[in-house]
């Protein structure tokens, strides 16, 4: 993959009081080192300075770094351009790759200049985007500029200061809405084969099936009409919802007219009613209770954001499922007395956080009842928890973090002000990496073995956990760069595993590597 080339160019007017005819300052040398994501190379304070912060993408991924080391050499300090628009103003622009439409492009650039104005409180015909004042190196083509406006004030260490700052508030979305997001570009191709092929592989296969008396099970195709393939029931759906998702965010990089071809036999208004009619059966109530019944609703609220046609059918095809699934949840929850944390199929957090984003389409149109269960079930199963034991993972099969799956549950209940705190109370280790055992990417040792094979979506779910928590925590938090870190390392184990392994990872896998490489939106 070609990565992309992160380029911060910084400059830093006089202090309030020097004209442009002061006498220049003395160059302060400044140690250039790598010490984290981030690389000082040069610091100088004249008439009109220029400070460049340089680090290519393959430092960003570098497992270990850290920006507490960096912020060390730092001193000043960095205000707000809200609380003073008077003071001078450093610009940062960041190459960052996104889709390669000019409209797009184009918009975003106006958005976001629109946006620094309107921090400012500068009137729009009073600014002009400075292209010429900054530097900008950029690897990858049809980059986007990002403009970012900040107000610093003090002499050398206070433009220092800045450069760490806004290094550090754009590196975040840039590693993972930039990088991310081209990794998705590249991928998707491969991910839609694999899914393609999955969803029409018949066998082998791994039934849930209560048998009540002597007749031969039917085979996997007559029983689901839809969600025959990919070795057993969850995955299949799981593979539709790879094949939508994709279609949906990046419609030219997989083969489209094979997509919509395959999604129309498999969603059908037909196939889904036997899918109906089967789960309907009180022999099957409980079957793919909690796993599949949560990718079945979190693949019909991907049909239901999809702003397109033939999603909109499908969506409709699929709702009388997802109604069942709905109603289920609801008997069943209330019912729950205690939650199940580990690690797999049954994880209660995940069944919970993975049905949310369909219970809140539900409570736009109308019907709050499920969301409220959801929000009653993860309150009375996981508010009170403390000091929860994650030096305890992983187990020997797990795909999930107990541990993990429960906090980014919370963290899309809770306010943004008392997230915070309660995953302090949660994993009170976070700030200095421990337990170890939750920042350390599990080892596969047979990825032909089933069980052991879940350990790959253990790391790529985890990447994701910890991608969605930095995203709940406040940007100063201390945590957010030790998360980021840790989804980086999980991810690097484990993302190049889901197109061309063994089939009991290639069956699944694809779903948590796009779920990893998504834009965050639920």
């Given at each position: 993959m070609r990565r992309p080339e992160l380029v911060v160019a910084v400059r830093h007017e006089h202090e309030r009081g020097e004209g442009l005819d002061a006498p220049a300052k003395q160059p302060q040398e400044v140690e250039s080192r790598l010490v984290g994501p981030v690389q000082v190379l040069e610091h100088e304070h004249r008439r009109l300075p220029t400070q460049l912060v340089e680090q290519r993408a393959d430092h960003l991924m570098r497992p270990g770094a850290s920006f507490h080391q960096l912020r060390q050499?730092?001193?000043?300090?960095?205000?707000?351009?809200?609380?003073?628009?008077?003071?001078?103003?450093?610009?940062?622009?960041?190459?960052?790759p996104l889709p390669d439409t000019d409209a797009a492009r184009q918009g975003c650039q106006e958005r976001l200049h629109e946006r620094r104005l309107a921090a400012a409180r500068l009137?729009?015909?009073?600014?002009?985007?400075?292209?010429?004042?900054?530097?900008?190196?950029?690897?990858?083509?049809?980059?986007?500029?990002?403009?970012?406006?900040?107000?610093?004030?003090?002499?050398?260490?206070?433009?220092?200061?800045?450069?760490v700052r806004l290094a550090r508030r754009l590196c975040k979305p840039w590693r993972f809405r930039g990088l991310s997001w081209g990794m998705l570009r590249e991928r998707a191709e491969a991910y839609a084969r694999v899914a393609l092929a999955n969803i029409e592989r018949e066998f082998p296969r791994y039934e849930l099936y209560l048998q009540s008396d002597p007749s031969p099970i039917p085979a996997p195709r007559a029983l689901h009409p839809a969600f025959y393939g990919s070795l057993d029931w969850h995955s299949c759906v799981e593979m539709h919802w790879v094949l939508v998702r994709l279609l949906r965010l990046v419609p030219d990089r997989v083969p489209e007219d094979e997509v919509r071809n395959a999604l129309d036999?498999?969603?059908?208004?037909?196939?889904?009613?036997?899918?109906?009619?089967?789960?309907?059966?009180?022999?099957?109530?409980?079957?793919?209770?909690?796993?599949?019944?949560?990718?079945?609703?979190?693949?019909?609220?991907?049909?239901?954001?999809?702003?397109?046609?033939?999603?909109?059918?499908?969506?409709?095809?699929?709702?009388?499922?997802?109604?069942?699934f709905v109603e289920r949840f609801l008997e069943w929850l209330p019912k729950a007395t205690y939650p199940i944390r580990y690690g797999i199929h049954a994880n209660s957090a995940f069944a919970l956080s993975f049905s949310l984003p369909f219970a809140r389409k539900r409570a736009q149109a109308g019907d709050v009842t499920f969301l409220e269960a959801l929000e009653e079930a993860a309150t009375r199963w996981f508010a009170g928890d403390v000091g929860y034991a994650a030096d305890w993972e992983p187990s020997g099969a797990d795909f999930l973090s107990p541990a993990l799956m429960e906090a980014e549950l919370m963290s899309s209940l809770l306010p943004p002000a008392e997230f915070p705190s309660w995953l302090e109370r949660f994993l009170?280790?976070?700030?200095?990496?421990?337990?170890?055992t939750l920042f350390t990417p599990a080892v596969v040792t047979d990825p032909s073995d089933g069980h052991i094979a879940h350990l790959h979506g253990l790391n790529l779910s985890r990447a994701w956990c910890w991608r969605r928590l930095a995203a709940a925590l406040p940007g100063s938090d201390p945590?957010?760069?030790?998360?980021?870190?840790?989804?980086?390392?999980?991810?690097?184990?484990?993302?190049?595993?889901?197109?061309?392994s063994d089939y009991m990872v290639e069956h699944w896998l694809p779903a948590y590597a796009v779920l990893h490489l998504s834009p965050q939106e639920d």
């Open positions: 050499l730092a001193a000043g300090r960095l205000c707000d351009v809200r609380e003073r628009p008077e003071r001078p103003r450093c610009e940062q622009r960041v190459a960052s009137p729009s015909d009073q600014h002009e985007p400075p292209a010429a004042l900054l530097g900008l190196r950029q690897s990858v083509p049809e980059g986007l500029e990002l403009r970012i406006a900040l107000e610093q004030r003090g002499g050398c260490d206070g433009a220092h200061r800045s450069i036999a498999h969603l059908s208004a037909e196939a889904l009613a036997g899918e109906t009619r089967f789960f309907e059966d009180p022999a099957h109530r409980l079957t793919e209770r909690p796993y599949g019944w949560a990718w079945t609703l979190r693949l019909a609220a991907e049909l239901l954001a999809f702003d397109d046609a033939d999603a909109g059918r499908w969506a409709a095809n699929l709702l009388p499922l997802a109604d069942l009170p280790g976070i700030a200095d990496r421990e337990p170890g945590r957010v760069p030790v998360m980021l870190e840790a989804a980086e390392r999980h991810a690097a184990a484990s993302l190049d595993q889901a197109v061309g």
